[in-house]
């Protein structure tokens, strides 16, 4: 995804999580509220959101780390912008961007 390869899935809603294997359970508690969880292999983390109130999702990003030589706020904005249009494919949905 956006170029880099997702290293852990964290469904929070269902209660799963890839890193615990072989049962795959959370030990994060479950929410009523879809909640899903990624790790890239970039060092970015996204969590994805529907909103409670509003017919809309919610993403929050944030890099682990600063990346040596690079404007971390341009990296974090092209990735977040590739990602948006290859999982939520905001064209073939209807979704609009604010």
Do not use: H, W
Not at 22 to 35: A, F, I, N, R, V
Not at 41 to 69: D, H, M, Q, W
């Amino acid at each position: 995804c956006a170029g880099s390869d997702v290293i852990f899935v964290k469904d929070i809603t269902k209660g799963y999580d890839s890193t615990n294997p072989p049962e795959y359970k959370s030990l994060l508690p479950t929410t009523p509220d879809d909640m899903i969880m990624f790790e890239f292999a970039n060092k970015v983390s996204v969590t994805l959101r529907t909103s409670g109130t509003e017919p809309k999702i919610k993403f929050y990003t944030e890099i682990a780390s600063a990346v040596e030589g690079i404007d971390v706020k341009k990296f974090l904005q092209n990735f977040v912008d590739q990602l948006v249009e290859e999982m939520l494919q905001p064209t073939l949905n209807g979704l609009v961007r604010p």
